[in-house]
């Protein structure tokens, strides 16, 4: 078993910065890629960004540029950095970690209010 704890959400200004960490534990030898995803009200969950356990990332091209995912492997967490944030990008966050299985967080709320 895996368990992911998020923290870091909240309310923010259009143009503001919120830094989302998730931290794992239990059977965190095997976890592969460890990202972060989103859903906004009415709308299904989507990818914000996944980084591999050596480093590599993935982005949705909507947060390139703006969105940074950081991963500490002796630490078992993972970071997502948001800057300039827009009103559209208001959801419940998940962080999401994939073994042979994959765990979910319990999501943390972001609203950027305009």
């Known amino acids: 078993q895996l368990q992911l704890v998020e923290s870091g959400g909240g309310l923010v200004q259009a143009g503001g910065s919120l830094r989302l960490s998730c931290a794992a534990s239990?059977?965190?030898?095997?976890?592969?890629?460890m990202g972060w995803y989103r859903q906004a009200p009415g709308k299904q969950r989507e990818l914000v960004a996944v980084?591999?356990?050596?480093?590599?990332?993935h982005y949705a091209d909507s947060v390139k540029g703006r969105f940074t995912i950081s991963r500490d492997n002796a630490k078992n967490t993972v970071d997502l950095q948001m800057n300039s944030l827009k009103p559209e990008n208001t959801a419940v966050y998940y962080c999401?970690?994939?073994?042979?299985?994959?765990?979910w967080g319990q999501g943390t709320q972001v609203t950027v209010s305009s």
């Open positions: 980084v591999s356990r050596s480093g590599s990332t």
């Open positions: 239990g059977r965190i030898f095997s976890i592969n890629d």
């Open positions: 999401n970690a994939d073994t042979i299985y994959t765990y």
